[in-house]
């Protein structure tokens, strides 16, 4: 039988890469769910806080991609505490009513954005976010955490660094934290598939950057995770074809902050 999928925000940047990709891999049962259906792609509506519509599309879900997302640094008591903050929540709850497996959450680099960049940063090192955005994130990484102790659900949240949805990075700091599509795509299927003994896990969303802020290379062995790309020889290419390259290096990790 195959493992039955729900992605919200399918209708999204990332989450649309992936609700197509896994659709073309055939070997999950999917459900795109987003605020605004799309007959078109078989997108069904569903809005995060919406607790009645979260336990109808939870029902015989095996794992949960959260991908849907309001970026709004400007009203976070308004949209980002109610719409993101409050639906993951709403969200953990239908799924561990209904005895969901795991959880994929779509986090962020910016949950750690205020280490600068030549520091070494570790997965479980102390939360530093750069923004109302980043933190956020680190709330919802925290709740994961929560329903992983209690035994509720397996918890696994990706830290994504750049995904502009095209085939390379555009300036030299996406060069340090740029994952591809088809990297994105393999490395949402080893979360999915990794064994149930992993109940909780952080990790950096990014591809085998030769400039990497991060180390990755300890997710082959622990969920099979091997990236095909590496953003300094695309990078290269495109320099060398006369493509535009921004120089936008900054001092922190989640760019320049104010």
């Not at 598939?193 to 896990?201: G, K, P, Q």
Request: with cysteine; charged share 25%.
């Amino acid at each position: 039988m195959k493992r039955k999928l729900l992605i919200t925000g399918a209708a999204g940047t990332i989450g649309n890469v992936i609700y197509k990709g896994l659709q073309k891999d055939g070997r999950y049962d999917i459900i795109g769910a987003d605020i605004q259906a799309d007959d078109t792609q078989g997108i069904v509506q569903m809005d995060i806080v919406d607790e009645t519509r979260l336990a109808e599309l939870t029902q015989g879900v095996d794992t949960v991609l959260h991908f849907a997302w309001i970026k709004d640094n400007g009203d976070f008591l308004g949209k980002v505490l109610e719409g993101n903050v409050s639906g993951a929540y709403k969200l953990f709850e239908s799924a561990a009513q209904n005895g969901v497996r795991r959880m994929i959450f779509a986090s962020s680099n910016h949950a750690t954005g205020y280490y600068k960049v030549f520091e070494k940063v570790e997965p479980d090192d102390p939360y530093r976010p750069d923004s109302f955005y980043g933190l956020s994130k680190c709330y919802i990484e925290l709740l994961g955490r929560l329903y992983s102790d209690q035994g509720k659900i397996s918890s696994i949240n990706i830290r994504i660094g750049n995904f502009p949805g095209d085939d390379r990075p555009h300036s030299e700091r996406a060069g340090h934290i740029w994952i591809s599509e088809r990297d994105m795509l393999q490395l949402i299927v080893c979360c999915i598939e990794a064994d149930d003994t992993l109940t909780y896990l952080n990790l950096y969303g990014t591809s085998a950057n030769t400039d990497n802020y991060y180390n990755i290379d300890y997710l082959e062995e622990l969920i099979g995770y091997k990236p095909q790309d590496d953003a300094a020889k695309l990078l290269e290419l495109a320099k060398a074809a006369g493509s535009k390259v921004r120089q936008d290096e900054t001092v922190y990790q989640g760019g320049q902050q104010q």
